[in-house]
C-alpha cells in the first residue's frame, strides 16, 4: 500500500507542477491581468513558483504537509479571482467557469486530506521529512 500512497501523490501534484511552469510565459500573466487578477506581473510567477514547489514537496514528501498547504492556498485564493463564475454574460461561459471554480474547490479539499494525513499518521509511507507541523 505504501506504492498506493506515493502513486497518488504524484497523480495529484502532476497537474500543479505542470501547471505552475506556464505561469512564468507572458501569454499567463495577461489572462490574469485580463481578469483583473492583482499584480499580474509579479503575481503569477510568484504563484507559480509557489504551486511547483508545494507540488515537489507533496509528490517528494519533503514537509509534504507544508505543500499541501501552498496547493490548498492557492487553489482558494485564485478561484474567486480567474474562475469568477457569477460575473460571466455568456451562459457558457457560467457554465465553463462555475466547473473550473469547483475544480479548485474539490482540489483544496484533496489538499487539506494529504496535510492531515501527513499530520495524523505517524508511519508516513515513502517520503523523505517528517511533517513540518506534526500533530498539529
Known sequence: MDVVFLIARI???????????????????????AYGAPLPGVMVPLSGLA??????????????????????????????IVHAFWKEKDEQMRQIQLSQFMKNVSIAGGALVIFWVYNQLQDL????TEPLLNAW
Open 11 to 33: 497523480l495529484f501534484v502532476l497537474m500543479f507542477v505542470m501547471s505552475g511552469m506556464f505561469h512564468f510565459r507572458k501569454d499567463s500573466i495577461e489572462y490574469a491581468r
Open 51 to 80: 504551486i511547483v514547489a508545494g507540488g515537489l514537496m507533496v509528490g517528494l514528501g519533503v514537509l509534504a504537509d507544508l505543500g499541501a498547504l501552498i496547493m490548498a492556498a492557492f487553489v482558494l485564493l485564485i478561484a474567486p
Open 125 to 128: 509511507p515513502l517520503s523523505l
